[in-house]
């Protein structure tokens, strides 16, 4: 079975650019999160949705972060503009209803 | 508000047996998870305890009392493989999806 998918898996962009990450979630599952991960501050949650709905964004660090679940199987993270501290590893887990949490690989943002 | 305490580091032997502690402050308690994560990996589920007691899986254990706030991972038979990151997750009242992360401890299994 394929686990949770995500894309890009590394990102190297620019200061003020934008950045879109994006995730699959496991086929089933209902419930969808976004947490970074620095070696500062550990791991993070950002946003969580349960059936498509945003539940919880009191994560989210600023108004320049915004994520979207459009349907069941796909979800986005943007960051505009893009600064040097968003530096971090962002994963994408899913879950049906309150069962464990499965995380994607991971994407790696580096912004110069 | 939810505080979880790790240590950070520890070192052990291959073969021998490790126990990563985990205590927590919280608002709200309803379980506590164990994930596991190896460098540049994504964390990967190990555990979940809702009751007191201790929970065996294999090589892995893991314990949980309520009342002390306290937990703990238990592995044996140390393997190289088993280096990696143990991260402890504290779920909120009635279950629920938003889980608070400790910071994590990094084992280090050497020969």
């Known amino acids: 079975d394929a686990g949770v998918i995500q894309s890009p898996r590394h990102e190297v962009t620019e200061m003020g650019q934008e950045v879109t990450l994006r995730c699959k979630p496991i086929?089933?599952?209902?419930?969808l999160f976004w947490y970074r991960q620095t070696m500062m501050r550990g791991l993070e949650l950002l946003i969580y949705?349960?059936?498509?709905?945003?539940?919880?964004d009191s994560g989210m660090p600023e108004d320049r972060f915004s994520a979207k679940m459009p349907n069941a199987s796909f979800s986005t993270l943007k960051i505009q503009p893009s600064e040097p501290r968003d530096s971090a590893v962002y994963f994408c887990?899913?879950?049906?209803?309150?069962?464990?949490?499965?995380f994607g690989p991971g994407t790696r943002l580096l912004v110069l | 508000g939810q505080n979880i305490d790790q240590p950070t580091e520890m070192t052990a032997t291959e073969g021998a047996i490790v126990q990563i502690n985990c205590t927590y402050q919280?608002?709200?308690?309803?379980?506590l998870f164990w994930y596991q994560q190896h460098a540049g990996e994504a964390p990967t589920f190990l555990s979940y305890?809702?009751?007191?007691g201790l929970e065996e899986k294999g090589r892995f254990s893991s314990f949980l009392s309520r009342s002390k706030g306290y937990s703990y991972l238990l592995l044996k038979e140390l393997q190289m493989k088993d280096s990696a990151s143990y991260l402890c997750?504290?779920?909120?009242?009635?279950?629920?999806?938003?889980?608070?992360f400790g910071t994590g401890t990094q084992l280090k299994v050497e020969l």
């Open positions: 997750a504290v779920s909120p009242p009635g279950g629920g999806n938003k889980l608070t």
């Open positions: 086929s089933g599952h209902n419930s």
């Open positions: 949705f349960n059936n498509n709905v945003p539940i919880d």
């Open positions: 305890n809702v009751l007191d």
């Open positions: 919280t608002s709200g308690f309803n379980g």
């Open positions: 887990a899913s879950s049906f209803t309150q069962e464990t949490q499965y």
